[in-house]
């Protein structure tokens, strides 16, 4: 337990402002895949652009193996934090 805290996913979509979450207790790359494959199921049809920060689940092998059999998702990434 994260002493009460919880993780939030969420996706929109510009063009329609639809947005797609989902509320998880832990930040695991099972966590981030379930999303991923949340988002691809809500947009089926289309190309995905998903911006994440560089946290290390978001490219744990599980994670980059599903990418590689879905390639309209495509991660970018948000620059890393700068200390100092």
């Known amino acids: 337990m994260r002493h009460g805290t ?7 979509e510009v063009a329609t402002g ?7 207790p832990r ?5 981030s895949l379930a999303f991923l494959k949340l988002v691809a ?3 089926p ?3 995905l652009h998903v911006v994440l920060d ?4 978001h490219t744990h092998g599980m994670v980059t ?5 879905h390639p ?3 991660l970018h990434f948000t620059p890393p934090r700068r200390v100092g």
Request: hydrophobic share 35%; aromatic share 10%; proline share 0%.
């Open 6 to 12: 919880t993780t939030l996913f969420a996706a929109l």
């Open 41 to 43: 199921r809500a947009s």
């Open 45 to 47: 049809r289309r190309q």
């Open 54 to 57: 560089n946290y290390g689940t």
């Open 27 to 31: 930040h695991r790359h099972g966590e």
């Open 65 to 69: 193996a599903w990418l590689a059999n």
């Open 72 to 74: 309209r998702v495509h």
């Open 18 to 24: 639809k947005v797609t979450d989902q509320c998880f």
